[in-house]
Nanobody, 115 residues
Framework: QVQLVESGGGLVQAGGSLTLSCLAS????????MGWSRQTLGEAREVVAV???????HVVDSVKGRFTITQDNAKAMVSLQMNDLKFEDTAIYYC?????????WGQGTQVTVSS
């Protein structure tokens, strides 16, 4: 089992910044991947950023140049630095970790961007 605890959500003005953090605990493997997804009402959950576990990082085109995902050396914590936030970034952000064939999810943290 893997447990994920998220922090850092909140309310921010358009153009501002927030940093989300996620700490994983439990049965962790070196090759596990981690990332962030987001979801608004009426839309499917969307992957935003991924650390595959091979040292690379990836973000989707819609946030490229604004969001950065990082991971600590122990590969137990990931952060999502969000800059130049836009109203359309408003969503519940979920941290996830994939280990083997299982995916574990955090409870989600609300990010609200005022226009």
């Amino acid at each position: 089992q893997v447990q994920l605890v998220e922090s850092g959500g909140g309310l921010v003005q358009a153009g501002g910044s927030l940093t989300l953090s996620c700490l994983a605990s439990g049965r962790l493997l070196r090759g596990d991947s981690m990332g962030w997804s987001r979801q608004t009402l009426g839309e499917a959950r969307e992957v935003v950023a991924v650390v595959p576990g091979d040292g690379s990082t990836h973000v989707v085109d819609s946030v490229k140049g604004r969001f950065t995902i990082t991971q600590d050396n122990a590969k137990a914590m990931v952060s999502l630095q969000m800059n130049d936030l836009k109203f359309e970034d408003t969503a519940i952000y979920y941290c996830w970790r994939r280990s083997g064939s299982s995916t574990y999810w955090g409870q989600g943290t609300q990010v609200t961007v005022s226009s």
